[in-house]
């Protein structure tokens, strides 16, 4: 009935009342209207009962006993008299010590104060200031300041930090991984700045094409990440024999539909590309798809994620280490722009770099058929620490002429783009001329005698470079810093071949590192000097 | 002239304050670990505290200086500041936010030396007036 709900609701915020009166407290009654054993101060025990216990388990009650006059109240058995009964006296009882509490006039010091029964009003006031793992022991009633939260902060822009989930509209940017086993999870958020590339296996039917949400693009760019919406940068449409083209016009959402027995326009790869600000504000965000096709057979299709994120107004360029060089990962080389002149101190790029990391300082890469003029110049990136070495072998005739012979050699050896400076740090940047080591170039011969007359061939049979590494830094983390790059190209004389005659010769190039650094020493403080000196005057009146 | 039972007062309850304030000070201390004393109810306590020292030193230097030289004004301005260390006085026997019994005795004393001094002092007044 209504008129009981109204009444409910109009009850009081608090719980019950504390008892306060020692004479009605009993803590040991916990029977409802019933007798507890051994309880003297039950109000529901009669005489007859207390002739029959043995002790009081509660022989006093008192109030607080830092106060120094309180009220106590004593239960006691009478053993003497016959049948036993309780006595029960109600006393004053004396603090004796002189730092008892004479008065005080701070009404909650000496009870628990009750807590405020929740009810619809309040439960949100009380949801913040209680639901967290830990709270303040003083309610806000006591704070003077409470609603002084600032409340700009819920206008702001998010600011990212490194990791924390991308959020979006709904819930997080995702970006579906494998967790446990190869299958899909659709739960992976994706973190700022953290670049993931992932892959996993969806389990797809040409049956359910367009019900599955996971294979349509939709599903990639319906959420936007807060303010931003997520544009599609480019779509590549992959074949069934695995052919991909590059379509034209991509503002189109394609999505799955089954055509000619074939399921086509399914999300094969998203790449997303995330543009922020350095104040860790996200401003753009793209995403490229690879969309595919799949046939009745098909169970399964493997899906492959990958998140990169670009300052703006950045090139990126990928660093090797940070300072030093990580075992593993490309040096990282540049030219000098021609013309330039050298000391320079400029606040633009010094130095032009290769962005494309596969295309920095190269060696030849060794092809299966190990004919260098077919080589079709595969190179592959030097790594740091690796020590590599790779050949072809070079079939010479007697038609072939010396010079065309020897450039066809050197752009083997050397590459397209043979840079002239190789930074010493992982992460030196272009505008720091002085982090930039030049490579040296040598030259030697094979003949160790010296031919007087030069006008025979020399060609290049071999470039080693020697990198020299040190190790930078403190003793317990020390970092690795390219210090000297030195390209010696090793040449041999080609001898006229009598005609018909063909020969081989192996052309080889090797990059190795070596750690030059010299062993670390420790260096201690200097002892301390005692210094004791008598005041100047200290004998006084004889010198 | 100058009254030699109000400076013999003066000098003790230099001495008696000292001990007064230590006293407070601790007990204040003591109540902040023992019982549940908030900033709330510390601050005004340790405030007044530090506050009453600050008077009774310029009461006291001053009725000194006035009863020395023999001039009324400054044993006068003595009197009045005095009204002013009995409030206080009064505050830590009543009003203090926990009183112990050993807060009771002390003021108690205090208020008793105060009362004794106001009656030197009028009586000295007079003595220098006329």
Redesign the interface.
């Known amino acids: 009935p209504p008129e009981t709900r109204a009444a409910a609701q109009a009850r009081p915020r608090s719980g019950p009342a504390p008892v306060t009166d020692v004479a009605k407290l009993c803590v040991c009654d916990l029977l409802v209207a019933e007798c507890d054993v051994n309880c003297c101060c039950d109000p529901d025990c009669s005489a007859a009962d207390f002739s029959l216990f043995t002790t009081c388990s509660v022989p006093i009650v008192t109030g607080d006993s830092?106060l120094?006059s309180q009220k106590a109240a004593i239960y006691s058995l009478d053993v003497e008299a016959n049948p036993p009964g309780r006595v029960f006296k109600l006393i004053d009882q004396v603090n004796p010590?002189?730092?008892?509490?004479?008065?005080?006039?701070?009404k909650?010091?000496l009870s628990f104060s009750s807590p405020e029964m929740p009810t619809s009003e309040n439960f949100d006031q009380l949801l913040k200031q209680f639901g967290s793992a830990s709270f303040s022991a003083?309610p806000d009633s006591?704070n003077?300041n409470t609603g002084a939260q600032n409340p700009s902060d819920v206008n702001e822009t998010y600011r990212y930090e490194y990791g924390v989930p991308i959020q979006t509209v709904d819930a997080f940017l995702r970006l579906p991984s494998p967790v446990v086993s190869s299958w899909c999870s659709d739960a992976n958020p994706a973190g700022f700045l953290v670049n993931q590339a992932t892959k996993c296996i969806r389990s797809v039917s040409v049956e359910k094409c367009g019900n599955i949400r996971a294979v349509s693009m939709l599903f990639y760019i319906n959420s936007s990440i807060l303010a931003v919406n997520i544009t599609v940068q480019s779509i590549v449409v992959q074949s069934l024999n695995g052919m991909r083209t590059l379509l034209n016009g991509s503002d189109v959402l394609r999505l799955p539909i089954i055509l000619d027995e074939l399921c086509i326009n399914i999300v094969l790869g998203v790449t997303y590309h995330i543009t922020y600000t350095d104040a860790g504000e996200i401003i753009e965000a793209a995403a490229s798809f690879v969309l595919g096709a799949i046939n009745k057979e098909a169970l399964s299709i493997q899906q492959s994620f990958e998140i990169s994120f670009t300052q703006v107004n950045t090139k990126p360029v990928p660093l090797s280490g940070n300072p030093g060089y990580v075992v593993g990962l490309p040096i990282r080389a540049g030219f000098r722009p021609q013309g330039y002149p050298f000391p320079v101190e400029i606040l633009s790029a010094a130095l032009v770099l290769n962005t494309n990391k596969y295309s920095q300082l190269t060696i030849l890469q060794s092809t299966s058929n190990q004919d260098c003029l077919a080589a079709q110049g595969a190179r592959t990136p030097i790594l740091f620490g690796y020590n590599m070495i790779s050949g072809c072998k070079l079939r010479i005739s007697a038609a072939m002429k010396c010079q065309p012979l020897t450039q066809t050699l050197l752009d083997l050896l050397k590459g397209q783009s043979f840079p002239e400076y190789v930074a010493s740090f992982g992460n030196s940047q272009a505008q720091d001329v002085l982090d930039w080591v030049p490579i040296t170039h040598l030259h030697t011969s094979e003949q160790r005698i010296c031919n007087t007359f030069q006008s025979s061939c020399q060609i290049p049979v071999s470039l080693e470079i020697e990198v020299k590494w040190t190790k930078y830094g403190s003793l317990v983390n020390p970092q690795a810093r390219i210090v000297n790059v030195t390209a010696t190209i090793t040449t041999t004389t080609l001898k006229q071949l009598p005609s018909g005659r063909e020969r081989t010769i192996p052309i080889t190039s090797s990059v190795v590192f070596t750690d030059i650094s010299s062993p670390a020493e420790p260096g201690y403080k200097a002892w301390p000097t005692i210094n004791a000196k008598l005041p100047f005057d200290f004998f006084f009146p004889f010198v | 002239l100058s009254s030699v039972p109000l400076q013999i007062l003066f000098y003790v309850n230099g001495i008696y304050y000292i001990f007064y304030f230590l006293a407070t000070l601790a007990m204040i201390v003591y109540k902040s670990q023992v019982f549940s004393y908030p900033d709330d109810f510390l601050s005004p306590d340790l405030t007044l505290l530090f506050i009453m020292a600050v008077l009774e030193v310029l009461r006291l230097y001053l009725g000194s200086k006035g009863n020395l030289t023999e001039e009324e004004a400054p044993l006068g301005l003595s009197l009045v500041i005095t009204v002013g260390s009995v409030i206080l006085s009064v505050y830590f026997l009543v009003w203090q936010t926990y009183v112990l019994k050993a807060d009771v005795i002390i003021n108690a004393v205090l208020l008793f030396t105060y009362g004794l001094e106001s009656v030197l002092k009028v009586v000295a007044i007079a003595a220098f007036v006329s």
């Open positions: 830092h120094c010590s002189v730092f008892c509490i004479h008065a005080t006039n701070y909650q010091a003083e006591w003077m």
